[in-house]
């Protein structure tokens, strides 16, 4: 009976101390289930081997510098969420990559630094035209109305590849279609560093395993690292690891971002309803 | 009396629905297009009609095959792309697949210098079911400036294949830049004729997907003339079932009562996207001569990572005269 009483304590207690360990997610879970928040990001790539080439990069190659698609770089990123509304952002070298939606439009355009300060690129057709002799028209934006049935199709993927994935274990984003992977808390605890860890796992049917470890340092999201191992038909085994850097993820969208810098002229022909 | 008029407004109504059933029926096409590809004998081309490419599905006992035609000023020429056969899968190079190749890369090129958003890409073309869709229902006559000058005449004056074992398409030592994961899409048919060929073995899904089912026939105008049409809808459901879009097709037929024109469009959240437009010149079990034999070309064996393939001297297989 002892025993009993024993074991069950024992259990329970296990049961308490890994729940209070695993719900460190939980803030930031809130946060992207309720679409306000400001996520700034540092993506390292591992890999050097894996090639970043397309098939298209391998045509075009011929005639750009061959260089900028050989490895896919280390880059720089930034989500604010704020409702429906959104803003990411990718650094590549000198590039952002930036993206507004607000309203049910897009609005991609680029942001560069140069000698004279920071410049921005809209997306307007004819920019580049290589027989446009007359003033290039750089600094307008067409938006885009938002493309439901991608969304629809494979979700909010904000930030794009192993950042949404990183994104999508903490929020599960259930509209959307495509199934998508199940991750599961398979283990938590503390480093002798001090900071505490969460592992999420997925398997797949033909021995697949991805791995993903959040790090909190009291509490606050710092780091995310992956691994991701795919088993091929002979056996063998290959796999791909990564590594999130977060600088910043707060409950708080900064809306500076959601405006279109004023450098950039909306040339947008919206519906006759307006925006 | 009460019975007659029971009885009267009930035999009306069987006459409403009767006669309203004939004026609505599908198109009597449709069924002869749906059982021509169900008996696996048939022959399929679609694309823009005029100079220029399209493509073409053609089956024969257990036999597939797709490819380009090309239309020229004087004729039109065939050029077989991918061939399914005894459990064997063949791939050619020749200058319709490189022309086609071009065609899908300027079109990348001119996105990627345009800086067209992430999102744009789906849109556009339904890319989902099939590579060679992208371009299938629509033709750009703006050849990017590679394409155009760079390009032009370096194309293979013969056609070459390469062949792989069914068995080996998991090979994980296959070279990644063949892509032969991709031979099986490329056998489909366009996704647009998925209210003809579901159930295809070759015909992509896509999430949540369920078979185009016929609601009406109308009239429809396109290019400024009224033309008879079948509507289909296939909805698209959630896991627990709920309907979150509805994918609308428009099958065109003309005056003589064959299809020439399919039109996909998506009804989401209040929206109505374009997703496809697909112009069929034929549907027919008539196989043209020769369009299913296989091509006059040297057959070497896939690359699979051996000393030959690294030393760039691949095995010939087969050499078809």
């Given at each position: 009976?002892m025993k009993k009483i024993?074991?069950a304590?024992?259990v329970s207690m296990?049961l308490?101390?890994?729940?209070a360990?695993?719900?460190?997610?939980?803030?930031?879970k809130?946060?992207?289930?309720?679409?306000q928040?400001t996520?700034?990001?540092e993506?390292?790539y591992?890999d050097?081997?894996?090639k970043?080439?397309t098939d298209?990069?391998?045509?075009?190659?011929?005639?750009t510098a061959?260089?900028e698609t050989?490895e896919?770089p280390?880059?720089?990123?930034?989500?604010v969420l704020s409702?429906?509304?959104s803003y990411?952002?990718?650094?590549?070298?000198?590039?952002?990559?930036?993206?507004i939606k607000k309203d049910?439009?897009v609005?991609p355009f680029k942001?560069f630094?140069?000698?004279k300060?920071?410049?921005?690129?809209?997306n307007k057709e004819?920019?580049?035209?290589i027989?446009?002799?007359g003033?290039p028209?750089d600094?307008?934006?067409e938006a885009h109305?938002?493309?439901?049935?991608?969304e629809l199709?494979?979700?909010?993927?904000?930030?794009g590849?192993e950042?949404?994935t990183?994104?999508?274990?903490i929020y599960?984003d259930?509209?959307?279609l495509?199934?998508g992977?199940v991750?599961?808390?398979?283990a938590?605890?503390s480093?002798?560093?001090?900071?505490?860890?969460?592992d999420y796992?997925?398997?797949?049917?033909?021995?697949d395993?991805?791995l993903?470890r959040y790090?909190?340092n009291?509490?606050?999201?710092?780091?995310?690292?992956?691994v991701?191992y795919?088993?091929k038909s002979?056996?063998?085994?290959?796999?791909?690891?990564y590594?999130?850097?977060i600088?910043?993820?707060?409950?708080?969208?900064?809306e500076?971002y959601?405006k279109?810098?004023?450098?950039?002229?909306?040339?947008?022909k919206?519906?006759k309803?307006g925006? | 009396?009460?019975?007659?008029?029971?009885?009267?407004a009930g035999?009306l109504?069987l006459q409403?629905?009767l006669?309203?059933?004939?004026?609505f029926?599908?198109q009597?096409?449709a069924?002869k297009?749906?059982?021509i590809i169900?008996?696996?004998?048939?022959?399929?081309e679609y694309?823009?009609k005029?100079?220029g490419?399209?493509?073409?599905v053609?089956?024969?006992?257990?036999?597939r095959?797709s490819?380009?035609k090309?239309?020229?000023?004087?004729?039109?020429?065939?050029?077989?792309?991918?061939r399914?056969?005894?459990?064997?899968?063949?791939?050619?190079?020749n200058k319709?697949t490189?022309k086609r190749?071009?065609e899908?890369?300027?079109?990348?090129?001119k996105?990627?210098?345009?800086y067209?958003?992430?999102q744009?890409?789906?849109?556009?073309?339904?890319?989902y079911?099939?590579a060679?869709v992208r371009t299938?229902?629509m033709r750009?006559f703006d050849?990017?400036?590679f394409?155009?000058?760079?390009?032009?005449?370096?194309?293979?004056?013969?056609?070459?294949?390469v062949v792989?074992?069914?068995?080996?398409?998991?090979?994980?030592?296959l070279?990644?830049?063949?892509?032969?994961?991709k031979?099986?899409?490329r056998?489909s048919l366009?996704?647009a004729?998925?209210?003809f060929?579901?159930?295809?073995?070759?015909m992509g899904?896509?999430y949540?997907?369920n078979?185009p089912v016929?609601?009406?026939?109308g009239?429809?105008?396109?290019?400024?003339?009224?033309?008879?049409c079948?509507?289909?809808?296939?909805?698209?459901?959630d896991n627990?079932g709920?309907?979150?879009a509805e994918m609308?097709?428009?099958a065109i037929?003309d005056?003589?009562?064959n299809?020439?024109k399919?039109?996909k469009v998506?009804k989401i959240?209040?929206?109505?996207?374009?997703?496809?437009?697909?112009?069929?010149?034929?549907i027919?079990?008539?196989?043209?001569e020769?369009?299913i034999d296989?091509?006059?070309?040297?057959?070497?064996?896939a690359?699979t990572?051996?000393?030959t393939?690294?030393?760039?001297?691949p095995?010939?297989?087969e050499e078809?005269?």
């Amino acid at each position: 009976m002892m025993k009993k009483i024993l074991m069950a304590g024992a259990v329970s207690m296990l049961l308490a101390s890994s729940s209070a360990m695993a719900g460190q997610l939980d803030t930031y879970k809130n946060m992207l289930a309720n679409k306000q928040c400001t996520i700034k990001y540092e993506y390292i790539y591992q890999d050097e081997r894996d090639k970043f080439v397309t098939d298209i990069n391998r045509y075009v190659m011929k005639y750009t510098a061959k260089s900028e698609t050989e490895e896919k770089p280390n880059f720089a990123g930034v989500i604010v969420l704020s409702g429906d509304n959104s803003y990411t952002e990718r650094e590549l070298g000198p590039n952002h990559y930036c993206e507004i939606k607000k309203d049910g439009y897009v609005y991609p355009f680029k942001r560069f630094e140069t000698d004279k300060g920071i410049k921005y690129q809209g997306n307007k057709e004819g920019q580049h035209g290589i027989l446009a002799f007359g003033a290039p028209s750089d600094n307008k934006v067409e938006a885009h109305p938002v493309n439901d049935l991608r969304e629809l199709r494979y979700g909010n993927e904000y930030g794009g590849g192993e950042i949404a994935t990183m994104l999508d274990v903490i929020y599960k984003d259930e509209t959307a279609l495509r199934p998508g992977k199940v991750y599961w808390l398979a283990a938590s605890g503390s480093l002798s560093s001090g900071l505490t860890y969460e592992d999420y796992q997925w398997a797949g049917a033909n021995g697949d395993v991805d791995l993903i470890r959040y790090y909190f340092n009291q509490g606050a999201l710092t780091k995310i690292a992956s691994v991701h191992y795919v088993k091929k038909s002979d056996g063998s085994v290959s796999g791909k690891h990564y590594v999130v850097n977060i600088k910043e993820f707060s409950s708080v969208p900064d809306e500076n971002y959601l405006k279109l810098p004023e450098a950039l002229k909306d040339v947008t022909k919206y519906d006759k309803e307006g925006k | 009396m009460k019975w007659n008029n029971k009885w009267l407004a009930g035999a009306l109504s069987l006459q409403i629905l009767l006669g309203s059933s004939i004026a609505f029926a599908e198109q009597p096409a449709a069924e002869k297009y749906r059982s021509i590809i169900q008996s696996g004998n048939f022959y399929v081309e679609y694309g823009p009609k005029g100079w220029g490419l399209r493509d073409y599905v053609v089956a024969q006992n257990g036999v597939r095959m797709s490819g380009l035609k090309l239309e020229k000023m004087f004729g039109t020429t065939g050029y077989p792309a991918v061939r399914y056969e005894n459990g064997k899968y063949y791939k050619f190079v020749n200058k319709g697949t490189v022309k086609r190749d071009e065609e899908i890369a300027n079109k990348e090129w001119k996105s990627y210098q345009n800086y067209e958003s992430y999102q744009d890409a789906v849109v556009v073309s339904d890319t989902y079911n099939n590579a060679i869709v992208r371009t299938g229902g629509m033709r750009s006559f703006d050849v990017g400036f590679f394409g155009g000058i760079s390009g032009g005449g370096e194309y293979p004056k013969k056609t070459t294949g390469v062949v792989l074992e069914e068995s080996n398409l998991n090979n994980p030592y296959l070279n990644p830049d063949a892509h032969w994961e991709k031979v099986r899409a490329r056998l489909s048919l366009p996704a647009a004729l998925k209210i003809f060929a579901y159930n295809d073995p070759y015909m992509g899904h896509e999430y949540g997907e369920n078979e185009p089912v016929f609601t009406e026939s109308g009239q429809v105008e396109d290019n400024g003339k009224q033309r008879i049409c079948d509507k289909y809808t296939s909805v698209l459901k959630d896991n627990k079932g709920n309907v979150k879009a509805e994918m609308l097709y428009t099958a065109i037929y003309d005056e003589k009562g064959n299809l020439y024109k399919i039109n996909k469009v998506c009804k989401i959240n209040g929206k109505v996207l374009p997703v496809d437009e697909l112009e069929i010149v034929t549907i027919t079990d008539v196989l043209p001569e020769k369009a299913i034999d296989m091509p006059k070309s040297k057959i070497y064996a896939a690359d699979t990572g051996t000393i030959t393939d690294l030393l760039k001297n691949p095995t010939l297989v087969e050499e078809i005269k």
